[in-house]
């Protein structure tokens, strides 16, 4: 089985990850050959509740999650140990899926491993080759194996290799830089795109062999100047002082040579796997997800709580606008009664004046009738008093008229409540 592991250790998104998986799978799955997907991110990382729910909806792929602001290295090295103990084909989450292919047919064609290398035009192409050929010099002089100055995050490894990376945890880059089986060949794929996107680390391996390259050009033309452009001039003698000036000029160039190969070779190492005191890895890995772990499954469940959630929540504001559109529907019947009451009153209220200036009338007769005796005046008091008293008693019949229309009004809150019930 092959295991192709994915690092993604930056949020940069350019582009979509349920595509991305799909077109891994579709690379490997071309070969007829049982494989698994293996994808290793660090907690902090964006866009990991995608690559949650992608893993736990197939069987062939996992995820490790490792802590915040894991190195690279680390990652990779977290990932080999969760493989199935084959060969692994490491990758980005940015790298072709056409180079993938390219390294597939390699490795089917016979390369137990297979490196991957940038291919640049004839112009800088001089000089990147010039450069690596002065940083390979470099590492000679420094004592340190063969740099094949591949890119070490995209490329396949044995078995054999993989084990031999997971024995050696403070060598983990350094055996992706080198050939780890020395007794097996290996093949390089040079193509024109690795990275789809390429981060300014990835840039920056190609960027420095070709700044190399440029300095060992100037350094070479200025020691064939010295060495065969002045004795040409001077019937072929050395004098002391050119023959001073060459070797000073092969000592400064040693000196550059392994100087540069230095700063190249660390930075292409990136940083180590930490280790303890018992050397060790320190490694700490915050969640794994597959196709039938629990926190896959506790994962879907949460989905599906925040489904409902948001279902109830749109329920529950529907019911909420229905409820003001009822309110704001009895409010306005409410209103219309109460304006047709108070029209009612005040046609009302006009037939009862002149009921009222009616009755006066009435009583000027009787007084106006019995004039004759002195006794008389003091029945019409009486009986104008009882006009009085009928016009008050029928003021406080059209206010208890009045009073029996306020129940009315109070029936209508009643509907109204009654309507908001519903």
């Known amino acids: 089985m092959i295991s192709l592991v994915v690092t993604a250790d930056s949020d940069t998104k350019n582009y979509n990850l349920a595509e991305r998986d799909k077109a891994f799978s579709e690379a490997m799955a071309q070969f007829n050959e049982p494989f698994e997907i293996v994808y290793t991110i660090c907690d902090d990382y964006g866009f990991k509740n995608e690559l949650k729910r992608i893993v736990s909806g197939q069987k062939n792929k996992q995820l490790v999650i490792s802590a915040p602001a894991t190195n690279t290295n680390t990652l990779i090295y977290t990932a080999l140990d969760f493989t199935n103990n084959g060969d692994v084909l490491l990758c980005t989450m940015d790298t072709n899926p056409e180079v993938i292919t390219k390294i597939l047919k390699q490795h089917f064609d016979g390369a137990d491993i297979v490196f991957t290398k940038q291919k640049e035009n004839w112009f800088k192409s001089i000089f990147t080759s010039l450069g690596r050929t002065t940083y390979q010099l470099g590492l000679r002089f420094l004592g340190r194996g063969q740099d094949i100055g591949c890119d070490a995050r995209v490329i396949y490894l044995n078995a054999r290799s993989v084990n031999t990376i997971i024995l050696n945890p403070t060598l983990s880059k350094a055996l992706r830089l080198v050939n780890p089986d020395p007794e097996r060949h290996y093949r390089v ?3 024109e795109k690795i990275y789809e996107n390429p981060t300014l680390e990835q840039k920056q391996t190609n960027r420095s062999f070709f700044a ?6 100037f350094f070479f033309l200025a020691l064939i100047a010295m060495a065969l452009v002045f004795p040409f001039f001077n019937d072929g003698t050395y004098t002391g002082i050119v023959l001073v000036g060459v070797i000073v000029w ?20 990136g940083y180590p796997v930490a280790l303890n005191l018992q050397k060790e890895p320190v490694i700490k890995v915050v969640e794994y997800v597959s196709y039938n772990s629990e926190i ?3 994962f879907s469940e949460d989905e599906n709580e925040e489904i409902e959630m948001n279902h109830t929540s749109a329920m529950d504001i529907l019911k909420q606008k229905a409820a003001e559109q009822e309110i704001l529907k009895n409010e306005l019947e409410h209103k219309q009664e109460v304006t047709e009451e108070v029209k009612a009153e005040i046609k009302e209220e006009p037939a009862q004046k002149e009921e009222k200036q009616e009755k006066p009338k009435k009583t000027t007769k009787t007084t106006s009738t019995k004039t004759t005796s002195a006794k008389e005046p003091k029945k019409t008091t009486t009986k104008t008093t009882s006009t009085k008293k009928s016009t008050t008693a029928k003021k406080t019949t059209t206010a208890t008229t009045k009073k029996t229309t306020k129940p009315v009004i109070s029936k209508i809150d009643g509907k109204k409540t009654a309507k908001t019930k519903k």
């Open 212 to 217: 190399l390259g440029i300095v060992s050009m």
């Open 296 to 298: 896959a499954k506790q």
């Open 189 to 191: 794929v040079t193509t």
């Open 250 to 269: 092969l000592v400064f160039g040693i000196l550059i040579c392994v100087v540069s190969a230095r700063q190249i070779y660390k930075t292409r190492l």
